[in-house]
Nanobody, 120 residues
Framework: VRVAQTGGGLVQPGGSLTLSCAAS????????VGWFRQVPGKQREGVSC????????TYIDSVKGRFTASRDHAKNAAFLQMNNLKPEDTAVYYCAVDHTTCGMGPQAYWGQGTQVTVAS
């Protein structure tokens, strides 16, 4: 079982990035997918959660309307499309999967994290 992240990088304010979270050893459409971010010295923050039943996603207020979480069943991968990025979005981003809690539970599998830096 493995969760591997790609994407991230440096982007100017107002720009866009897409993060990917590819699963091996299990089906992503059978689990919940959480996206998190962490800034050094601060607690990890949950950004989005993709539910299992209908695949709908929820978001924290600060990213609503700018970020879109999705899954591609054929690729067995999840994505976080981030638009209109702001400097305060700078963080290491993680995806995490488990059966019911969007990565919040002790049985979650975590990606390795990827740096997103928003700066001029």
């Amino acid at each position: 079982v493995r969760v591997a992240q790609t994407g991230g990088g440096l982007v100017q304010p107002g720009g866009s990035l897409t993060l990917s979270c590819a699963a091996s050893g299990f089906r992503l459409d059978a689990v919940t997918v959480g996206w998190f971010r962490q800034v050094p010295g601060k607690q990890r923050e949950g950004v989005s959660c993709i539910k299992t039943d209908d695949g709908s996603a929820t978001y924290i207020d600060s990213v609503k309307g700018r970020f879109t979480a999705s899954r591609d069943h054929a690729k067995n991968a999840a994505f976080l499309q981030m638009n209109n990025l702001k400097p305060e979005d700078t963080a290491v981003y993680y995806c995490a999967v488990d059966h019911t809690t969007c990565g919040m539970g002790p049985q979650a599998y975590w990606g390795q994290g990827t740096q997103v830096t928003v700066a001029s």
